[in-house]
């Protein structure tokens, strides 16, 4: 069962444009929604997070949307730059993502940037 | 923020030996770290919960004997993969979360031929 859904696998996005991401949960116990971000060959770097109780979270470009009622999450890339090309992870997790309890993963999209 | 150090980065091995992969935290104290597989241009699969002092989770459909993970202090774990097979090739990353945030190892890429 998967827990976490993500779309589209693949973005292709202008330099400049804006890159959408989404996700949806199933699990009303989640509580906690990061997104990472990962380069190859190496491991994901937590880009920003946010829980239920907040309907948006905005750091520099990137933003999260929350909507509890309808579980589904997105990443927003404001002016979205050649450098952001990676593999975009959303996550969730239980406990309000403390210290022992894991992360679920969504699949993954991966983002290119044209310049 | 907070430093995971994951060692090493590849490891080529031959079928049937073993492979240790370190995770430290180096600049803060763990008592969960975590252990995820991830195959090419796939997600994150969760392997096991390493608490310190304590045995580990595994999630199910993993080997717990074939992946024998110990958690003997608060800044280190370790994984062993066990006469390893071209199957357990893939890309192994560790994760320790300070507070909320998790941060990850940099990932060992494990090829066994």
């Known amino acids: 069962q998967q827990q976490v859904k993500q779309s589209p696998q693949s973005l292709i996005v202008q330099k400049g444009g804006i890159s959408i991401i989404n996700c949806a949960y199933e699990?009303?116990?989640?509580?906690?929604f990061p997104w990472y971000q990962q380069f190859p060959g190496k491991g994901p770097a937590l880009l920003i997070a946010?829980?239920?109780?907040?309907s948006e979270k905005k750091e520099g470009r990137f933003t999260i949307s929350f909507n509890k009622s309808a579980k589904q999450f997105s990443l927003h890339i404001m002016d979205s730059q050649p450098g952001d090309s990676a593999t975009y992870f959303c996550?969730?997790?239980?406990?309000?993502?403390?210290?022992?309890?894991?992360?679920?993963f969504g699949k993954g999209t991966l983002l290119t940037v044209n310049p | 923020g907070a430093v995971v150090s994951q060692h090493p980065s590849w490891v080529i091995c031959k079928s049937g030996t073993s492979v240790k992969i370190e995770c430290r935290s180096l600049?803060?104290?763990?008592?969960?770290m975590f252990w995820y597989r991830q195959f090419p241009k796939q997600s994150l699969m969760l392997m096991a919960t390493?608490?310190?002092?304590?045995?580990?989770?595994?999630e199910q459909g993993v080997e717990k004997d074939k992946f024998l993970i110990n958690h003997a202090s608060l800044t280190l774990s370790t994984l062993t993969v066990t006469s390893a097979h071209p199957e357990d090739s893939s890309f192994y990353i560790c994760?320790?979360?300070?507070?909320?945030?998790?941060?990850f190892g940099q990932g060992t890429r494990l090829t066994v031929v």
């Open positions: 994760s320790a979360k300070q507070g909320t945030e998790a941060f």
């Open positions: 600049d803060f104290q763990a008592t969960t």
């Open positions: 699990n009303t116990a989640f509580d906690y």
């Open positions: 996550a969730a997790s239980k406990g309000g993502g403390g210290s022992n309890y894991k992360l679920t």
């Open positions: 946010i829980r239920p109780d907040v």
């Open positions: 390493s608490n310190e002092g304590s045995k580990a989770t595994y």
